[in-house]
């Protein structure tokens, strides 16, 4: 079974920048799929971004692209999400998640992302 913790959340003004964090423990992830999701106040979980095994193929949502890079540091079991330009409409519970071990490529499919971390709160002020 796979643990995952996030780390990294905070306040932060609008148009700064923070990276997120997370560490799996438990077993190997080198091989998976991993991804950020993130949920705002009465809204539904939503992907943010998701990065292959080795990754070489990244997605992000349209709503982060070109200002939030996923990365991962699979020798320290870690996958970061450094987001820059942040604004009042990134706040929100980001949580990281263990998807599927794919050869290449990446999936978009909340349903394959079976493990999930307690997730780390990010608010920007407007």
């Known amino acids: 079974q796979v643990k995952l913790v996030e780390s990294g959340g905070g306040v932060v003004q609008p148009g700064t920048s923070l990276r997120l964090s997370c560490t799996a423990s438990?077993?190997?992830?080198?091989?998976?799929?991993m991804g950020w999701f993130r949920q705002a106040p009465g809204k539904e979980r939503e992907l943010v971004a998701v990065i292959s095994w080795s990754g070489a193929s990244q997605f992000y949502s349209e709503s982060v692209k070109g200002r939030f890079t996923i990365s991962r540091d699979n020798a320290k079991n870690t996958m970061y999400l450094q987001m820059n330009s942040l604004k009042p409409e990134d706040t929100a519970a980001y949580f990281c998640?263990?998807?599927?071990?794919?050869?290449?490529?990446?999936?978009?499919?909340?349903?394959?992302?079976?493990?999930w971390g307690q997730g780390t709160q990010v608010t920007v002020p407007s």
């Open positions: 998640a263990d998807g599927p071990a794919l050869r290449s490529g990446v999936t978009t499919e909340m349903r394959e992302f079976t493990a």
């Open positions: 438990g077993r190997d992830t080198n091989w998976d799929v």
